[in-house]
């Protein structure tokens, strides 16, 4: 069997939907893409890392053209990420959502993964959507993924189809899914900075905070994060 292609950040979600996608089928490859987000060099670390561990050819593909389509404070640093908190999420949530949103990036990622997949005779992308971030990113939806899979049965002569273990889970079951499958806590990258260490204030580092509080696993990864005020 031919294995799939996955998008990978190394963060929670695209590691633990790779990790589940592994129960039922062969992963070929995972793809990293380096837009010139500001976590790039560890996006494609943990990502790197993760791919080695589980036997999975990594790549990372780079798209300048992309940063350069785009205002988004994930590449022009003259902008200011916003500050968040867990308890604070869901304050200004459209507000924040447009600060980091890059205009249409999963549709080209899967786009660009799709015509990978067909190339090696697979009909499988897998990507880590959730509930959660589908709120306010509605291209971590179920509607989005639904929408591209139409697109791919017309653009694909093997009909190649994003698959998502992850994309009917709140953060909190991935968070549970990430303690039970074992995974190595101080190897995802989550942070939307590119810094020694997770900054523990942009949305998603306050969101994956907030799953491992909820799903009672906070231990596992407290040490990742700064202390709490």
């Not at 022009?76 to 867990?86: F, L, M, N, R």
């Amino acid at each position: 069997m031919v294995g799939a292609i996955a998008l990978i950040s190394g963060g929670v979600d695209s590691i633990v939907a790779v990790k589940l996608a592994l129960r039922n089928e062969s992963v070929r490859m995972g793809l990293t893409f380096d837009y010139g987000q500001r976590a790039r060099k560890r996006e494609i670390e943990a990502a790197g890392v993760f791919c080695r561990a589980n036997g999975i050819e990594h790549r990372v593909i780079e798209l300048p053209w992309l940063s350069g389509s785009t205002k988004t404070a994930l590449v022009d640093q003259s902008k200011k990420i916003p500050e968040v908190t867990p308890e604070t999420l869901d304050r200004d949530s459209e507000a924040n959502a447009i600060a980091v949103w890059v205009p249409n990036r999963n549709a080209v990622f899967v786009s660009i993964a799709a015509a990978i997949a067909e190339s090696h005779g697979s009909t499988a992308v897998i990507a880590g959507f959730n509930m959660d971030e589908a709120a306010t990113f509605p291209d971590n939806s179920q509607a989005f993924v639904t929408a591209m899979n139409a697109t791919l049965a017309v653009s694909t002569m093997n009909r190649v189809e994003i698959r998502s273990a992850t994309i009917q889970m709140k953060k909190a079951e991935i968070a549970r899914a990430f303690a039970s499958l074992d995974l190595e806590p101080d190897l995802f990258w989550c942070c939307y900075e590119g810094g020694d260490q997770l900054c523990g204030k942009c949305e998603s580092c306050a969101r994956t905070m907030k799953a491992f509080r909820d799903a009672d696993a906070w231990e596992l990864v407290a040490r990742r994060f700064p202390p709490v005020r």
